[in-house]
């Protein structure tokens, strides 16, 4: 007889106790259906206040494939997904999220694309739900992400993806606190492909914890994570006010050699040209504090999660 493949599904949720029970119907539909394969689903509270811990004890208790992992505190999606990853034993993993906004149906061709010798099986939006701004927001990060990294992180790849063991067990090598996991799986550099899918347009319950302000905060750090441009921005803005301000030291002063009457009344402007100099300045400054703050998570030294409590391993 042989032995059937283990897949680990990891899923962090945070205050998504309403998804829970959808949550488990749909994901117990699908790998019902993968019976080639036998599979265990690690759900990670992220720290959740809400009733996320009481359902997902329900339901493991109804299905031992189901395990659950509970974090002292909120790590982030990125610290919840490392924790599952760190738990997971199976063949290869697949990363998806609560909300059920990447369908599970997407499993089957993950897994028949890993089958195909590709190590790492990403998948790609056709289409973002949200708002016209947070839609263009997520256009202008893409379009820097994937430039800067210089291809590394394609254009609308999401977290939902397949990965084999080798590569997560790279990953859980990696000890860096301050993560943006889409980049960090495309700089392990493993066979990969992507598969691009309709993401549904409505999560299966609750409301989205991915406010603009949030992932406005994110798109900026894992730019600076995966990234040094920004940092010589601050040269190259320094060097072209520098010329800029010369020649501008060089006209006015022939201006009021060539011209003893010419009546000058430049205050204003000078004030106003101060006043952008030192909005530069500071600009520059809070890039350079941003990656300073990066280097103090890292220096602290203080572990990505701690485990409150497993059950079902």
Known sequence: MQVKKLISIVIPAFNEGDCVPILYEGIAK???QLNNYDFEVIIVDNGSFDHTFDELKKVSEKDNRFKILKLTRNCGPDGGISAGLKFAKGDAAIITYADLEDPPE?????LEKWEEGYQHVYGITRARQGTWLRKQNAKLFYFLINKLTKNGVPKNVADFRLVDRKVYEAMNQITEKNRFLRGLFSWLNYKSIGIPYDRNLKRAAGKSKATTFVVIAVALRAIMIFSNFPLRIAGFVGG???VFSFLGIIYFSTQYFLFDNLPFN???????FMLLMFGIMFMMIWIIGEYIALIYDEVKGRPLFLVEEAIGF
């Open 266 to 272: 430049g205050f204003g402007t000078i004030i106003c």
């Open 240 to 242: 072209a006010t520098s």
């Open 30 to 32: 699908v790998i019902d």
């Open 106 to 110: 997407m499993f089957a061709k993950f």
